[in-house]
C-alpha cells in the first residue's frame, strides 16, 4: 500500500508524454521521413524542368513571378514557394496533424497510453505541439533546399520582381521568411481540420484524406467568382497573400486578412477536437 501511495504521490500530469519523447517516435515514422525526402527533391526537380524546357521568360509582354525562376537563388526559392503553396504544402500539415491521434487508434495503442495514466488533454496536447512542429519544419525545408540548390544553379543574387524592380538578398531574405510564416499561418485551417478529424475516426486515412479535399474544395469554391464577396470568408481567397511581401513596398492588409481568418477558423477547429476527443469512449 505505501508504495502505491508514493507512486500516486509523485505523478504529476505535466510530465506524461513528454514532447520530447513524442517528437523522436513522430520523427522515426516512415511517413515522416518520406514527406521530408518529397519536399527536399521537388526544388531538383524543378531544376530539371527549366534545364530541359529552357528560360521560363520571354513567353509574352506580362512577366510573371514563374518567369523570373531563373534571375537568382532568391527567384527560385519564391518560384518553388509558389508552385506549392497551393497543393504540395497542404498534404505534410494534412498528414501530420491528421495521422497523429487516429494512428495511435488504429494501432490500438491509444488506450495504453491513456492508461499510462496520459491526461487527455495533455495527450492531445503533446501531439498537436509536435504536428504543428513538424509542418512548420516541412515549410520551412522545402525553400531552403530550393535557395540553396537555386543559388548553386543560377548564382546568388537580388530577388527580382515581376512587376520591375528587385530587392537586396538581406532584404529578399526577410520577405522569404515573412512568405513562409505566412503559408504557415495559412495552412492552420487545414491543421486543424485534420487533427479535429483523427480524434473523430480510428482511420488515419479517413483523417488525413477528409482535411485535404476538404481544403480542395475550399480551393474550387474560391474559383467560383459567382459567389463574389463569399469568397472573403474562404481561407483559400488567402492563400497567396504572401506575394504581397515580395514587392518592393508590401502590401499588409490582404496578410492580415487571411491571417485573421484562418487564426479563427483553427482555433474553433481545436477547440472542438479537445471538447470531442474529452468526450470520446476510447475502445481502441
Given at each position: 500500500m505505501s508504495t502505491l501511495t508514493e507512486v500516486a504521490s509523485g505523478y504529476q500530469a505535466g510530465r506524461t508524454l513528454p514532447l520530447r519523447v513524442e517528437l523522436v517516435r513522430q520523427l522515426k515514422r516512415r511517413r515522416?521521413?518520406?514527406?521530408?525526402?518529397?519536399?527536399?527533391?521537388?526544388?531538383f526537380v524543378l531544376l530539371i524542368a527549366f534545364?530541359?524546357?529552357?528560360?521560363?521568360?520571354?513567353?509574352?509582354?506580362?512577366?510573371?513571378?514563374?518567369?523570373?525562376?531563373?534571375?537568382?537563388?532568391?527567384?527560385?526559392?519564391?518560384?518553388?514557394?509558389?508552385?506549392?503553396?497551393?497543393?504540395?504544402?497542404?498534404?505534410?500539415?494534412?498528414l501530420f496533424c491528421g495521422d497523429t491521434v487516429a494512428s495511435e487508434a488504429s494501432w490500438s495503442s491509444l488506450r495504453y497510453l491513456l492508461a499510462a495514466p496520459v491526461p487527455r488533454a495533455r495527450l492531445l496536447w503533446s501531439k498537436l505541439v509536435v504536428a504543428l512542429g513538424l509542418s512548420l519544419a516541412a515549410m520551412v525545408l522545402l525553400p531552403l533546399v530550393a535557395?540553396?540548390?537555386?543559388?548553386?544553379?543560377?548564382?546568388?543574387?537580388?530577388l527580382r520582381i515581376p512587376t520591375g524592380g528587385a530587392l537586396d538578398t538581406g532584404t529578399a531574405a526577410q520577405r522569404l521568411l515573412v512568405a513562409v510564416a505566412y503559408i504557415f499561418v495559412s495552412q492552420l485551417v487545414t491543421a486543424a481540420l485534420a487533427f479535429w478529424l483523427s480524434t473523430v475516426t480510428d482511420a488515419p486515412l479517413g483523417a488525413v484524406g477528409g482535411a485535404v479535399g476538404l481544403t480542395i474544395v475550399g480551393n474550387v469554391l474560391d474559383a467560383v467568382t459567382a459567389l463574389g464577396h463569399w469568397r472573403d470568408f474562404l481561407p483559400a481567397h488567402w492563400q497567396f497573400a504572401w506575394a504581397d511581401a515580395v514587392q518592393p513596398t508590401p502590401e499588409w492588409s490582404g496578410m492580415i486578412q487571411g491571417a485573421a481568418l484562418s487564426v479563427t477558423y483553427a482555433l474553433v477547429l481545436f477547440a472542438l477536437a479537445f471538447r470531442t476527443f474529452s468526450r470520446k469512449d476510447v475502445v481502441s
Amino acid at each position: 500500500m505505501s508504495t502505491l501511495t508514493e507512486v500516486a504521490s509523485g505523478y504529476q500530469a505535466g510530465r506524461t508524454l513528454p514532447l520530447r519523447v513524442e517528437l523522436v517516435r513522430q520523427l522515426k515514422r516512415r511517413r515522416t521521413l518520406v514527406m521530408g525526402a518529397v519536399l527536399a527533391v521537388l526544388p531538383f526537380v524543378l531544376l530539371i524542368a527549366f534545364a530541359v524546357g529552357g528560360d521560363p521568360g520571354g513567353r509574352g509582354d506580362r512577366v510573371t513571378l514563374m518567369d523570373t525562376a531563373t534571375a537568382s537563388g532568391a527567384n527560385f526559392a519564391a518560384v518553388s514557394l509558389f508552385v506549392s503553396a497551393g497543393f504540395l504544402l497542404v498534404i505534410p500539415v494534412a498528414l501530420f496533424c491528421g495521422d497523429t491521434v487516429a494512428s495511435e487508434a488504429s494501432w490500438s495503442s491509444l488506450r495504453y497510453l491513456l492508461a499510462a495514466p496520459v491526461p487527455r488533454a495533455r495527450l492531445l496536447w503533446s501531439k498537436l505541439v509536435v504536428a504543428l512542429g513538424l509542418s512548420l519544419a516541412a515549410m520551412v525545408l522545402l525553400p531552403l533546399v530550393a535557395l540553396a540548390a537555386g543559388t548553386a544553379a543560377y548564382g546568388w543574387g537580388p530577388l527580382r520582381i515581376p512587376t520591375g524592380g528587385a530587392l537586396d538578398t538581406g532584404t529578399a531574405a526577410q520577405r522569404l521568411l515573412v512568405a513562409v510564416a505566412y503559408i504557415f499561418v495559412s495552412q492552420l485551417v487545414t491543421a486543424a481540420l485534420a487533427f479535429w478529424l483523427s480524434t473523430v475516426t480510428d482511420a488515419p486515412l479517413g483523417a488525413v484524406g477528409g482535411a485535404v479535399g476538404l481544403t480542395i474544395v475550399g480551393n474550387v469554391l474560391d474559383a467560383v467568382t459567382a459567389l463574389g464577396h463569399w469568397r472573403d470568408f474562404l481561407p483559400a481567397h488567402w492563400q497567396f497573400a504572401w506575394a504581397d511581401a515580395v514587392q518592393p513596398t508590401p502590401e499588409w492588409s490582404g496578410m492580415i486578412q487571411g491571417a485573421a481568418l484562418s487564426v479563427t477558423y483553427a482555433l474553433v477547429l481545436f477547440a472542438l477536437a479537445f471538447r470531442t476527443f474529452s468526450r470520446k469512449d476510447v475502445v481502441s
